[in-house]
C-alpha cells in the first residue's frame, strides 16, 4: 500500500495572539497615506517608542486596511540585502482605516490624544486643491477644522514625502485650502499647528506575491500584508512637537536645525539617480535599477550625473564622496528588485525637484550636460511610447506627440527652459540616440 502523506499544519495566521505581540498601543499618532513606504519607514521608527499607536488611513485602497484589521495592524517586514532576508514583525499600527471611515478620521483628529499626523501622500497629493472632496489636504483641513471646534489642542504636522521643504509645502497647502474659512480657525492655524520639515530614505518596492511565500517560511506566519525594503534608512527631522513626539531617534532618527543641504543631497544625488534610470534604463533592455547600474552606459550616465550634482551641492566634497558610494552599493543589491517603470510615475512632479535645478545651474554656466539631457530624452519617450501615471498625463502625452514635442514638455514644466534652443535641440537629438538604443537592443 502506498504510504499516506501526512497532514500538514496549516500556517496560522498572523496576528496578535498568534505572534505574542503586545496589545496594541494607544492611539497618539494619525497616519494618512498607509502603504509600503510607510510601514517600511515611519511605522517601523515609532515602535522604538511602546507608548505611541498609529491610526492609519488610506483613501485609496480600501483592501490593505481589511487585511491589518484582520492581523490586528501587524505585518511582517522583510529586510534584503544580499543574503537571506532578515525579517521583523511590525506592531506600531493600532488600527487600520480605508478613506471612507470618515467619522473615524474626524474623531482621530480632534481627539485630545493625538498629538501628531504624519503624511506620504505623494507629491502631487501637496498640490490638489484642498477644498475639493476626497483630496488629501481637503481631508486634512477637515481634520483640523474638526479639532479646532474640540478645543483647539496643539499638533504636529509631519509630512514624509519627497519634497524640498515639505513642511512649508504642506503649510502654505493648508493656509490656501483654509482662505475661505473662518478668521478664528485661520489664527489657530497660525498659532496651534506646527509644520516639520523632513528627509526621509528608504528603498522600498512594490510587494510582489512571492513576498508572502517568503514571509510564511521565514516567520511561519500568514502574512497577507507583508513589506520589502533594503537596509538603509533614514530620517532627518527639523521643527517643533508641541504636543510631544514619539522617541524616534531610539531607532535612528535625527533631529536637526535646518534640513536645507540634506533634502538638496537626497533629491539630486539618490532621487535623480533613480529618475535618470528610470526613463533611460528601459531603452538598454533594463527592468530594475539592479541591473541598469550594471549596464557600463547607464552606469557611466549615473556617475556623470552625481559628478554634475556635486558641482553645485551644499554639503562638503567628503560627505557627497561617502554618500555616493553608498548609493551605489545599495543600488546595486540584488536583494531588492526596484522596478524602474514603477520610478517612472510622476515624472511631472519629479522631474522639476530632482533635476531641473541642477541643470538650470549647468545652463547658468553654458553647458550642456549630457545625463539631464538623457533624462528629459528618456522621459519624452516615455510620454509618447509608455503607458504613463502621471497627474498631468492627458495633458502631456499630447505635447509629447506634437512635432515640436521636447519644446511643448519643457514649456509644461519649465517655460525659460523650452526657450533654451541649444538645450531643445540637445534632448531631440539624445531622443534619436536613445531609439537607436532600443533599436540595438530589442
Known amino acids: 500500500m502506498p504510504t499516506p502523506n501526512p497532514i500538514s499544519t496549516p500556517t496560522p495566521r498572523l496576528t496578535r495572539a498568534s505572534a505574542g505581540a503586545r496589545p496594541p498601543a494607544p492611539v497618539r499618532a494619525v497616519h494618512l497615506g498607509l502603504g509600503a513606504f510607510h510601514r517600511a519607514h515611519q511605522a517601523v521608527y515609532t515602535m522604538a517608542d511602546p507608548d505611541w499607536g498609529v491610526a492609519a488611513y488610506t483613501f485609496r485602497n480600501a483592501e490593505l486596511p481589511r487585511r491589518l484589521t484582520e492581523q ?35 474623531a482621530d483628529l480632534a481627539s485630545p490624544d493625538v498629538a501628531l499626523l504624519t503624511l506620504t501622500i505623494t507629491e ?41 521643504g515639505n513642511g512649508s509645502v504642506l503649510r502654505d497647502a493648508v493656509r490656501n485650502a483654509a482662505e475661505g474659512e473662518d478668521s478664528g480657525f ?25 513576498d508572502a511565500v517568503t514571509a510564511a517560511r521565514l516567520t511561519g506566519f500568514d502574512d497577507h500584508a507583508p513589506v520589502v525594503t533594503e537596509p538603509f534608512s533614514e530620517w532627518l527631522l527639523a521643527g517643533e512637537f508641541p504636543a510631544g513626539r514619539p522617541a524616534w531617534e531610539n531607532a535612528g532618527a535625527r533631529f536637526v536645525g535646518d534640513l536645507a543641504a540634506y533634502e538638496q543631497r537626497k533629491l539630486w544625488f539618490l532621487n535623480g539617480a533613480h529618475t535618470l534610470l528610470a526613463y533611460t534604463g528601459p531603452a538598454l533592455g533594463c527592468a530594475t535599477v539592479d541591473e541598469a547600474v550594471r549596464h557600463p552606459v547607464l552606469a557611466a550616465l549615473t556617475e556623470s550625473w552625481w559628478d554634475t550634482a556635486a558641482r553645485h551641492a551644499s554639503l562638503p566634497a567628503e560627505d557627497l564622496v561617502d554618500y555616493r558610494e553608498r548609493l551605489l552599493r545599495r543600488f ?60 498631468r498625463a492627458d495633458e502631456l502625452v499630447a505635447l509629447a506627440r506634437a512635432d515640436d514635442g521636447a ?25 534619436d540616440h536613445l531609439r537607436h538604443s532600443v533599436r540595438s537592443n530589442p
Open 332 to 391: 546595486s543589491s540584488r536583494g531588492i528588485r526596484h522596478h524602474l517603470l514603477h520610478i517612472a510615475v510622476g515624472g511631472s512632479q519629479k522631474i522639476p525637484a530632482r533635476i531641473l535645478p541642477v541643470l538650470r545651474a549647468e545652463r547658468s554656466r553654458q553647458r550642456l550636460p549630457e545625463p539631464a539631457i538623457a533624462a528629459l530624452a528618456g522621459w519624452l519617450i516615455h510620454l509618447r511610447d509608455r503607458e504613463v501615471a502621471d497627474p
Open 407 to 431: 519644446r511643448r514638455v519643457l514649456s509644461a514644466i519649465d517655460t525659460d527652459l523650452a526657450d533654451d534652443r541649444e538645450l531643445v535641440t540637445a534632448v531631440d537629438d539624445y531622443v
Open 186 to 210: 485661520r489664527c489657530w492655524l497660525e498659532d496651534h499647528v506646527s509644520f516639520v520639515d523632513t528627509v526621509v530614505d528608504r528603498i522600498t518596492p512594490a510587494t510582489t506575491a512571492d
Open 72 to 106: 490586528d495592524g501587524l505585518y511582517t517586514l522583510q529586510v534584503r540585502g544580499d543574503g537571506e532576508p532578515q525579517t521583523r514583525i511590525v506592531d506600531s499600527i493600532s488600527r487600520a482605516h480605508p478613506g471612507g471611515d470618515t467619522d473615524r478620521w474626524l
Open 124 to 164: 502631487a497629493g501637496y498640490r490638489a486643491a484642498g477644498n475639493e472632496d476626497g483630496s488629501a489636504i481637503g481631508r486634512v483641513l477637515a481634520g483640523l477644522r474638526g479639532r479646532h471646534r474640540a478645543g483647539g489642542l496643539p499638533i504636529a504636522l509631519v509630512p514624509c514625502d519627497n519634497l524640498p
